[in-house]
């Protein structure tokens, strides 16, 4: 909810990108030190710390000569960001989280009739042994000797020995 106001935020109006940027500032205290953190320029920074200002009704940080120091409104603010941010990374990375272990995937790997039993071999010996549910399939590539690392069909590792090619996807 905006600061001094009896109305939440409409979402759909609101970039929720700003609130990284709010957490960024907070952390490093310095507008330049978030832009770099974030990939951005210190002006788009200044830009979203402007927005946030406007829709919060409250400057949200202090310049002082140690930095950017939240005032107290947004102390409780960006405790709340942070948790929601944090949840948000949490769910994404239990998404992404890869446990060979455990996993049921197939993976499939394409290379010459002449690398394939030197790929595919030691690949598979140790899949079996660390990641028990991955299944592999193997295919030497359609000419028998791939022309480059391009080509079409779903593939996970395409090697090509006369390119010197290793591709992972």
């Known amino acids: 909810m905006a600061k001094n106001s009896r109305h939440p935020i409409n979402l759909r109006n609101f970039d929720l990108n700003l609130f990284v940027v709010l957490n960024a500032i907070a952390d490093e205290k310095h507008l330049g030190n978030a832009a770099d953190r974030l990939g951005l320029t210190r002006s788009a920074v200044s830009h979203a710390l402007r927005r946030l200002r406007i829709t919060f009704a409250d400057p949200l940080f202090n310049r002082t000569p140690d930095g950017m120091i939240p005032t107290p409104w947004a102390e409780t603010l960006i405790q709340s960001i942070r948790e929601s941010l ?24 394409m290379t010459s009739d002449f690398l394939l039993p030197y790929v595919a071999s030691p690949i598979a010996k140790r899949v079996y042994t660390e990641a028990p549910g991955i299944r592999l399939t193997a295919y030497p590539s359609a000419s028998g000797n791939a022309k480059s690392c391009s080509g079409e069909g779903e593939r996970h590792v395409r090697t090509n020995h006369e390119h010197n090619c290793f591709q992972w996807p």
């Open 86 to 109: 944090l949840g948000i990374q949490d769910a994404i990375g239990a998404q992404l989280t890869f446990d060979p272990k455990t996993s049921d995937r197939e993976f499939t790997i």
